[in-house]
C-alpha cells in the first residue's frame, strides 16, 4: 500500500504481517493513491471509568470497554489514563482488539484533597510510598493530585513542595514517570521543580514557565475546553467558588489555546488530552482543532494528538517491527482538520476495524 505520512509528507511503502509493518519503505511521488496516514489518534488525557457512555450505574468493565470502544470508533488506538477510581482499565492494556491504554493507577490526593470517593488518600509521609506501589502496578505512571480547594475554597497546594519532589524521585529512581494535576501558581511551580513528566491542566502556566519545563522535559497537556472559560467558571459557581478566584479562572483559562501556542514554539511538548470522564469521552479531534485556534500550527496539533504524543508516552510509530496501528484518510487533514472526523480506515494490530470502502488495501488482514 502506498500512501503518504501526514506527519512527515513522504511517500512510503506499507506492508503487513502478522499484526506487525513488514515493510515501510520510502516510494517515489507516482502512484501514490492510498491516501494519507498516522499512527492513530491518542487522548493522553482520558479517564475511561468515568462519564461512560454505559452510564455511571453500569460495572466498572463495562463502563471502560464502551468508552474505549467510543474512541476507537474515531481512530483513536492509544490513550493513557492518569488516575482513575478503580483499576479496571489496566484489563485493556493485556486485551487484544482495543486501544494500547497506560494507565497511572488510582488519583493520589491528600484526605479532602480531591473530589470525594475519586482518590487513594493518603497523607504527605505515604505520598512517595504510595506513588511508587501506583506507578509499578499501573502502566508505569503515577498520577498526583497537587492542588484543590481548601476551606476557603481558594486553590492551594496538597503537598509541601519538598513531599512532591520526595514523591516524584521515588518513582523515577523505579523507572516510572509522574503527572501531576496543578491549577494554581504554587501548584504549577512546585510541580516544575520538582521534575514532573506532565502538568495536567496548568492553569496557571505563564511564558514564565517554559524554559524550566523544556529543560526538564515537563510535557503540558492543558485539556483545553470546549466553551472557554464559561462551562469551568459555571461549574466553580456550583461549588461555591468566591468571585475573585472565579475571575482568576476565567482569565487563566481563555489565555490557555495562546499560552499552549508560545509554548509549543518555545519548544515545550505541549500534548492533546480531553480530560473525559470530566466530559463526554470522543473528543480528541475537538482538542486537536483548539490548540490549531490558539496558534499551533495544524499539522503540529494534530502531532499533539498522534505521533507527539505517541513518542512521547514511548510507543512506536509507523515502522518496521512495530504494531501495524494507523489510520488512513482519502485527505491530508492537516489542510481541513474536519478530514480527521472521516477515516477511510483504522487499523489495530494489523486488523482493519473499520472501513469506509469496500476493498481494503493489499497486505492488511480483515
Known amino acids: 500500500m502506498r500512501v503518504t505520512e501526514i506527519e512527515t509528507g513522504r511517500h512510503v511503502d506499507l506492508e503487513v504481517a502478522n499484526g506487525c509493518f513488514s515493510r515501510v519503505t520510502e516510494a517515489s511521488t507516482v502512484g501514490v493513491a492510498g491516501g494519507w496516514v498516522l499512527p492513530g489518534l491518542v487522548d493522553v488525557h482520558n479517564h475511561l471509568s468515568l462519564a461512560s457512555p454505559a452510564g455511571d450505574h453500569a460495572e466498572p468493565g463495562e463502563r471502560v470497554r464502551a468508552s474505549a470502544s467510543l474512541e476507537l470508533a474515531l481512530g483513536v488506538l492509544a490513550l493513557r489514563e492518569p488516575g482513575s477510581p478503580d483499576d479496571t482499565s489496566a ?12 494507565t497511572a493507577g488510582r488519583f493520589l490526593a491528600p484526605p479532602g484533597g480531591y473530589f470525594p470517593g475519586l482518590a487513594r488518600e493518603v497523607d504527605e509521609a505515604g505520598l ?49 514517570r509522574v503527572a501531576v494535576h496543578a ?16 502538568i495536567e491542566h496548568g492553569w496557571a502556566i505563564t511564558d514564565d514557565h517554559f524554559a524550566a519545563m523544556r529543560a526538564a522535559g515537563t510535557a503540558w497537556v492543558p485539556t483545553l475546553p470546549e466553551g472557554g472559560s464559561n462551562p469551568v467558571c459555571a461549574f466553580g ?65 494534530i502531532g499533539a494528538a ?13 515502522q518496521v517491527g512495530a504494531p501495524a496501528d494507523f489510520v488512513r484518510y482519502d485527505r491530508d487533514p492537516a489542510d481541513d482538520l474536519d478530514v480527521l472526523r472521516h477515516p477511510a480506515e483504522i487499523v489495530l494490530g494489523g486488523q482493519v476495524r473499520q472501513q469506509s470502502r469496500t476493498r481494503p488495501p493489499a497486505g492488511v488482514r480483515h
Open 91 to 102: 484489563a485493556l492494556a493485556g486485551e487484544p482488539g482495543w486501544p494500547r491504554v497506560i
Open 128 to 176: 512517595a510510598t504510595a506513588a511508587e506501589q501506583e506507578a509499578a502496578r499501573s502502566g508505569g505512571w503515577a498520577k498526583i493530585i497537587g492542588d484543590f480547594l481548601n476551606e476557603q475554597r481558594q486553590f492551594t497546594p496538597n503537598w509541601s513542595a519538598a513531599g512532591l519532589t520526595q514523591a516524584i524521585a521515588r518513582v523515577h529512581e523505579r523507572g516510572g
Open 183 to 198: 491549577l494554581c501558581p504554587a501548584a504549577v511551580e512546585d510541580a516544575i521543580a520538582a521534575g514532573a513528566d506532565s
Open 237 to 301: 459557581a456550583s461549588m461555591g467558588i468566591p468571585a475573585d478566584t472565579l475571575e482568576w479562572m476565567r482569565y487563566a483559562v481563555d489565555a490557555q489555546p495562546a499560552t499552549a501556542a508560545r509554548a509549543h514554539a518555545a519548544g515545550v511538548v505541549v500534548l492533546a488530552g480531553t480530560d473525559a470522564g470530566q466530559g463526554p469521552h470522543g473528543r480528541i479531534i475537538e482538542q486537536a482543532e483548539l490548540l490549531a485556534a490558539g496558534g499551533i500550527p495544524p499539522r503540529d496539533a
Open 306 to 318: 498522534s505521533w507527539t504524543a505517541r513518542r512521547y508516552l514511548r510507543l512506536p510509530g509507523i
